[in-house]
């Protein structure tokens, strides 16, 4: 098995620790494995032809229980959207974000490598992620984030015992930096779009393919995207199923941005090649601002055939977010880009369509977004004594 | 079928709202069934025996994909407390605890019942379920809470649109007061051990036996315990399946109390039949802080054949919490206590047995405990500059 260049080609080794291509610095992939679904309960076994590099026995030892996420079909929302909408929700993750599929096999790589330390450069879903995993297989893990990190946002990273350090320097600035130290100090970095961390996510792929084989047909898969490793992820699956014979068309994928650090939905738009590095990333899509995305330009090459890319405002997220809400589910704020984005397509004449969301992270993880969420709609408490209570409830 | 009292034995029909019983006051459970397990991916399908007076399309309607959670064992703390550890993730559900499982059920019961509004006084993992299976049920679902609520509490509860009503009085008033007012205004109050939301937590003991009849096997189920609600359903489901002739044995359980609110523990120590009200419960474990069980009695009077009650201390908590988030889950204090019992178990000669906590809530919930406990441990932060990055990682 090899490692193989999204863009140009060249294959590298898997013994090596490549990520990215030494000549046109785009994203390494494992190459495309065809196989069988096999009978289990655990979506690593139900898949392993799909993993033939990874130790199903090391998958034992270091699962925290990730994946096998429920698909809820929401009839509110496809009322209100004009348009059929299921949500895989992968707020049901040992660390309540889709990155713990990903960041098992980013850890049994490093593992599998010989390092003894893993690291990351994230202050949202990927820290918890790594913090957690890297506790589960006694590594040392290492956390950089900007120095000015809000206090809130520590406690669900170091909580684990990473070892996180305030770096004064800018995110892209340490990213850069980490990925040069990291091989100098035998630190791995699980980047977002790392190639093993990508492979991880293809198991929400295998799920939804597994659903759809049970009778139900989607036209769109609707991806928040910040990195793009996910999206490679989702439809890489997709793409090895359907080698494989297992599934005959594959869903149309649309990648969403939020407005304000949009560069690969702007590359789109314009019609070129290769992303732009946005200068100032300002969303309250946290988890999907990613001003210089690793995977961009390759998502832009997968998406001329398999899908599109929109961007939506802070404001339509916040609106989207409540509708998720008061259907009964609390995503944060980068998960909602995928409803505010089929609310702009049903405005423009989508309707009977059938959307499948990755709800990629819990809302409990950005409580700041639901207080502007509430002030935008006016939210005021009713207080009341014991003595008015039942007169407040007749009334309500 | 019938409603039965836990303690006389006197029924009800199952088409009235009946929760208590009238001669003593005691509990009211749903008669015991037997059934055999179906094949099916989703829980309520594969125990559908267990659940006759329970549509099994409104499951499929209102379920928000609950339950299915996983059960990991942990090398490490079985290392540390010389026992088999094997924990639960409850948090990996749709609001992240354990109160989905029920909330569906008594949900589904309220709408069978005719009620068309809901309720509970929570400020917690209950009141955030019930926001969130009230919306996805399209009822009005409203929230009494104490007047003292901070308001980062307020965000996962009216995220989902319920209403919250903040009243001027102790808890335990607001909830006595709150049933009498239900039954006069319309709402079904959805306690903490209403005998439907007790049939939803079955599915724990369900899980847990499918996964023993793997090969697994254990000796204790811990259980932090609060109103008693959860442990008579873990319980119930055992005794379910060892009439049905599933299960030949079951295993012994251990309530787990946090001593700053600990009625059931003194009641068990002191050998007497029924609990105490604590006047003034004080503990970082807010989430099983119930100063006048609803369920007390009867757990005592089930623990009599089937296991036994501890309490443990906030510090004893709180290093319990670190000791599982150093293994890569991170849970809230009430769910630590778990961990805190094993530990003094293991402190008074228990060795080499196996242990099944049931992780009941998600960590992040609960980020003052964390802020408690890093202080605790004198943490802070390191600091460091882009220059100075590499020696930073190099020393560390």
């Known amino acids: 098995m090899k490692l193989i260049c999204t863009s140009c080609g060249k294959d590298y080794s898997m013994d090596g620790a490549y990520q990215r291509c030494k000549d046109c610095n785009e994203p390494l992939e494992v ?39 429920p698909v809820i079909r929401s009839d509110k929302l496809s009322d ?38 893993i690291g990351t450069v994230s202050t949202g879903n990927m820290a918890a992620s790594i913090s957690a995993y890297g506790a589960r297989a006694g590594l040392k893990t290492t956390i950089l984030v900007r120095s000015d990190i809000p206090e809130e946002k520590i406690y669900p990273i170091v909580v684990y015992s990473s070892n996180l350090i305030e770096v004064e320097a800018k995110f892209g600035e340490i990213y ?84 304000g650090c949009s560069p690969i939905a702007k590359a789109y738009e314009k019609g070129v090649d290769y992303i732009e590095e946005v200068e100032e990333p300002k969303t309250i899509a946290g988890a999907i601002a990613d001003p210089s995305p690793p995977s961009g330009n390759e998502v832009l090459r997968k998406l001329k055939k398999h899908g599109m890319v929109m961007a939506v405002s802070d404001h339509e997220i916040l609106k989207a977010q409540r509708m998720l809400s008061k259907s009964g589910i609390f995503v944060q704020p980068a998960s909602a880009t995928t409803i505010a984005a089929i609310k702009k397509l049903s405005e423009n004449g989508y309707s009977g369509k059938k959307f499948l969301c990755v709800l990629t992270g819990a809302g409990i993880k950005v409580l700041t977004a639901v207080r502007e969420m509430l002030k935008l709609e006016g939210f005021s408490i009713q207080k009341t004594t014991l003595e008015e209570l039942k007169s407040a409830l007749k009334s309500n």
Chains 1, 2 share one sequence.
């Open 80 to 117: 209100e959207l004009g348009n059929v909408i299921y949500l895989k929700d992968e707020t049901q993750n040992p660390t309540w974000s889709f990155k713990d599929r990903g960041t098992l096999i980013g850890v049994i790589r490093a593992i599998k490598l010989g390092y003894q330390r």
């Open 176 to 259: 850069r930096r980490s990925l040069e130290i990291g091989k100098e100090t035998g630190i791995y970095f699980i980047n977002s779009d790392d190639p093993f961390r990508v492979e991880g996510y293809k198991t929400i792929g295998f799920e939804i393919a597994e659903w759809m084989s049970k009778g139900e047909n989607i036209d769109y898969v609707v991806v928040p995207t910040g990195s793009g490793g996910l999206l490679r992820g989702i439809l890489k699956a997709f793409l090895e199923l359907k080698s494989s014979g297992v599934l005959s068309k594959i869903p149309k994928f649309i990648a969403v941005q939020a407005e």
């Open 31 to 69: 190459e495309h494995v065809k196989g069988k679904i096999k009978d289990s309960e655990i979506v690593w076994e139900r898949f392993s032809d799909f993993y033939p590099f990874v130790s199903q026995q090391l998958i034992g030892e270091l699962s925290l229980g990730e994946g096998n996420t």
